[in-house]
């Protein structure tokens, strides 16, 4: 069984105070999704794009279709800690995570966060930035509050530094808005918007062929923080995983549950490759993700997908 589907969107938005302050900007964004099924897997591709003409449909069904395939008649394995290559909307999910709960203004002014600015935090290969202006991905130059958004570096080659504010969490902290309040209520006092994870050399089948032994994995879903302070996440594996030994992909593994401090996932030492194979992830024209793959050197499975 096949399906899929095309959506695309756009945003025009004006900005204008009393103070004489006027802006306008606009976004697009395109998106395709297409899944193949066969008896006992599932098969996923996904594409994002700001132009509908750089969707690529036929890529996308060949790929859910050869997943689907790849993961049919998958067998038992026992939790543990393995090494991971963790395709692209994995790292999305983590890099979501992070942003929201690790980076957000009012979670640092509250003691909530586990950033520390100026610390090496994170591994030297991860730089985290928000660019509007990077042509690969799209957004609006100011946010509701008609800021300008800016290019900060979240994270610089593993060294925490930038927190995204709004105006609000901005004053508390004695310093600037980065640009990223929200329209309407909002609990996390600066939210993210066209982020990037800077892609490295590595090319995802050579961090396949390097791992002894390991798991390659699709997707994440039905994740959630268990401690907001640490990111530790539990969740499951979904639309494909693969036990990997000597460099080979030996055979697919049923969905797995894990938990694991997302930040210490990423933490030193524990990144041993990224892909260099970026992928934009869209929730629409005014908020958007671009991340590789990631090899990491320990992930923690701790049961079934029914526990």
Request: hydrophobic share 40%; aromatic share 6%; charged share 20%.
């Amino acid at each position: 069984m096949t399906a899929g589907a095309v959506s695309t969107a756009a945003i025009h938005a004006a900005f204008a105070n009393s103070a004489g302050q006027a802006i306008t900007g606009r976004g697009t964004s395109a998106d395709i999704d297409g899944i193949a099924r066969t008896a006992t897997s599932d098969g996923v591709a996904r594409q994002s794009a700001v132009r509908v003409g750089d969707l690529d449909a036929d890529a996308a069904g060949r790929r859910a279709a050869q997943k689907a395939r790849d993961g049919a008649e998958p067998g038992d394995l026992e939790p543990g800690r393995y090494q991971v290559v963790l395709e692209p909307s994995c790292v999305a999910d983590i890099v979501d995570f992070v942003l929201v709960h690790g980076f957000g203004g009012r979670a640092v002014n509250e003691g909530r966060s586990f950033v520390r600015p100026g610390e090496a935090q994170l591994d030297a290969s991860i730089t985290l930035r928000q660019d509007v202006a990077d042509a690969r991905i799209a957004g609006l130059a100011f946010d509701a509050e008609g800021t300008p958004r800016r290019a900060v570096d979240l994270v610089r080659d593993g060294v925490t530094g930038a927190i995204l504010h709004d105006r609000r969490t901005a004053r508390r902290a004695a310093t600037e808005s980065t640009g990223n309040a929200a329209l309407g209520p909002n609990p996390y006092g600066g939210v993210p918007a066209s982020l990037i994870l800077e892609p490295g050399a590595a090319d995802p089948a050579s961090m396949v062929a390097s791992m002894e032994r390991g798991l390659l994995v699709t997707d994440f879903w039905y994740t959630r923080v268990l401690d907001p302070k640490t990111l530790v996440i539990t969740g499951l594996t979904r639309n494909g995983v693969w036990l990997v030994e000597d460099g080979k992909v030996v055979r697919p593994v049923r969905n797995l549950r894990f938990t694991q401090g997302y930040a210490q996932a990423l933490g030193p030492g524990n990144v041993k490759a990224v892909g260099n194979d970026p992928t934009l992830f869209s929730h629409g024209p005014d908020d958007q993700l671009l991340v590789p793959s990631l090899h990491l050197a320990s992930w923690a499975f701790t049961g079934g997908a029914k526990g």
